[in-house]
């Protein structure tokens, strides 16, 4: 399973590679520069001292160095702005390519990760994996640097290179060891990082709970509940990083003494002149840069770990874009046949339904029933896993993303203050809309009074407000009036609302927006007794259709609305079960 996500990673670091060729292609250039210059630097020192000792020093030898030594100093410089380059390029285009796939799956992929689980493999694992193409590019340079070194050093003397060569395997297989070891404790380290970020973020939402309940000692444990294992990996990475250190440490002088033993019997001798030692020394040093790979080479199992990590949410599936457009049509809303089933659970089972249009459809039912994943189809956030959807009599999965999203508007239980402002906030999605829309939507949504007092009003920062969880809904349900959609789904948009702000927004619903499909998943009796059409769901089923006042003569229906005051807050299992998908 691990070489199959490895072959996945390996796949996405050749696309980011393919993508970010022109910074790519500069870091090359720079780098086979620095090489060039780095090749040609020990031959000149060994020239320019041999000129010295045989008196036949000039200016133009010397000029030679100091050139060379200036184009090496350029050269690394030059390759170090390239490759900070490649990365943040690579890195950005990993980022966007990530959020653009979380931002067009469904419901069921969003709900894939957990919060600090995606933000970890969305920040930290994107930029890791960017690294990559540069580092691969700097591992390809070093091994080109020691075989150059290697050559010069046959060049001078072939004893030279043979005492080289003969420690060369034994570090050889101490770097695969290390390497092959690492990647697979690394990605371990990765896991149990990613679901100590999950836990924080977690709790981190939920704060004023966990005071208001006294559990934050037990929180504390739970969120650090992977810091063993997290702790266990990290230990392990450090253990086996000492154990191959100590061993390259020691064979790496072994070599260089070897090599400028062997030149320095060649000088005694004879055969070699006296700057051939200098030079040799050089070589000798540019031979063992395959050694300082160690450091990149982690960074590549390190970078391929991450990117596994990242070609998951890459994974998340996009439903296939429609491109059909919408045809005009009063908005009536069809199920046939709809099944939806996630985590081995039914959530809505052979449903066939159809919202009229024009009309005020109430959708109730006990916790579990399939409401909230009712309310995700109608607008296509989520696909079924059976039947269709259709608008109009326009299958959702044809229609073109652009106008479904024109036609059906959402409010929901917990909105998103996006947007910057209030303004912006509430004409999210609709940017063309003038202030006068705005602020009548905000008056049908009982939040206008609110915003005025608000220190700025409508250009209050959202982050900046100080709302109520009622008032942020509202903020929501205003969004949603201000769209005048051909259908408005409002998916438990009213459930922090107090009774008579609720009562003046239904209204609102009832009244202000009638000629247009409303869909509306309700929890008191006053809101159903408002709408023209009564759904009842029960465990995924339609258990009954009609007026409230029809349905009222029910017990079990009468019950529904009971047990929800009782509650005092609306229980969501569907939308759980959405949430527990994985």
Not at 23 to 47: F, Q
Not at 147 to 154: E, K, M, N, P, S
Request: aromatic share 4%; hydrophobic share 50%; with cysteine.
């Amino acid at each position: 399973m691990m070489n199959v996500g490895h072959r996945h990673g390996d796949r996405l670091i050749a696309w980011t590679a393919r993508a970010t060729w022109a910074p790519l292609a500069g870091t090359a250039a720079a780098a086979a520069a620095s090489i060039a210059v780095s090749l040609a630097l020990p031959s000149a020192v060994g020239a320019a001292v041999n000129a010295v000792l045989a008196g036949t020093g000039s200016t133009a030898v010397y000029a030679e160095l100091a050139v060379l030594l200036l184009a090496a100093a350029l050269a690394d410089v030059v390759s170090g702005v390239a490759g900070i380059t490649s990365v943040a390029s690579a890195t950005r285009m990993l980022r966007l390519r990530a959020i653009d796939r979380v931002l067009r799956t469904d419901a069921a992929g969003a709900a894939a990760f957990p919060a600090g689980e995606l933000v970890n493999r969305l920040v930290g694992n994107t930029a890791t994996t960017g690294y990559v193409p540069a580092t691969l590019l700097q591992i390809v340079s070093g091994l080109v640097l020691s075989a150059g070194g290697v050559v010069a050093l046959f060049v001078i003397d072939w004893r030279v290179g043979v005492a080289f060569l003969s420690g060369v395997p034994v570090a050889l297989v101490v770097m695969r060891v290390f390497v092959a070891r690492v990647s697979g404790l690394y990605g371990d380290y990765q896991r149990a990082q990613g679901r100590l970020a999950a836990r924080l973020t977690e709790t981190l939402a939920g704060i004023r709970t966990v005071r208001a309940a006294g559990t934050a000692d037990r929180e504390i444990a739970r969120v650090l509940r992977p810091l063993p294992e997290l702790s266990a990996a990290g230990h392990a990475l450090w253990r086996a990083q000492a154990q191959s250190v100590w061993r390259i440490t020691l064979i790496l002088p072994l070599v260089e003494v070897l090599v400028l033993a062997v030149a320095g019997l060649g000088v005694a001798q004879g055969r070699l002149p006296a700057g051939a030692l200098l030079a040799t020394a050089g070589y000798t040093a540019l031979g063992l840069v395959f050694v300082e790979q160690i450091d990149p080479l982690l960074g590549m199992a390190f970078g391929r770990s991450a990117a596994v990590r990242v070609h998951d949410v890459l994974a998340l599936p996009v439903p296939a874009a429609g491109t059909r457009p919408l045809p005009p049509g009063p908005g009536t809303l069809s199920f046939r046949g709809v099944t939806v089933r996630r985590g081995g659970t039914s959530l809505l089972d052979d449903v066939d339904l159809e919202i009229p249009a024009g009309a005020m459809t109430a959708v109730v039912g006990g916790s579990g029933a399939g409401k909230s994943t009712l309310a995700l189809l109608a607008g296509r956030l989520a696909d079924p896993d059976g039947g269709q959807v259709l608008l109009d009599g326009v299958p959702l999965r044809d229609v073109d993303p652009g106008a479904l999203r024109d036609a059906v508007a959402y409010a929901f239980e917990r909105p998103m203050l996006l947007g910057g402002d209030i303004a912006g906030m509430i004409s999210y999605g609709a940017p063309a809309c003038t202030p006068e829309a705005v602020r009548a939507a905000a008056t049908a949504a009982a939040v206008d009074d609110v915003i005025r007092r608000l220190p700025s009003g409508y250009a209050t920062p959202a982050a900046d407000a100080p709302l109520s969880g009622g008032e942020v809904q509202r903020l929501g349900l205003a969004r949603a009036f201000l769209r005048q959609a051909r259908v408005t789904v409002l998916d438990d948009a009213t459930s922090s609302l107090d009774t008579a702000t609720e009562a003046r927004v239904s209204r609102a619903l009832a009244e202000g927006m009638r000629g247009r499909t409303r869909l509306v998943i309700a929890h008191r009796p006053a809101t159903a007794a408002l709408a023209d059409l009564v759904v009842w769901l029960d465990a995924g089923r339609v258990r009954g259709r009609g007026t409230h006042q029809e349905l009222w003569r029910d017990p079990a229906y009468r019950a529904l609305f009971a047990s929800a005051e009782q509650a005092g807050t609306p229980q969501r299992d569907e939308e759980d079960t959405w949430t527990s998908a994985r």
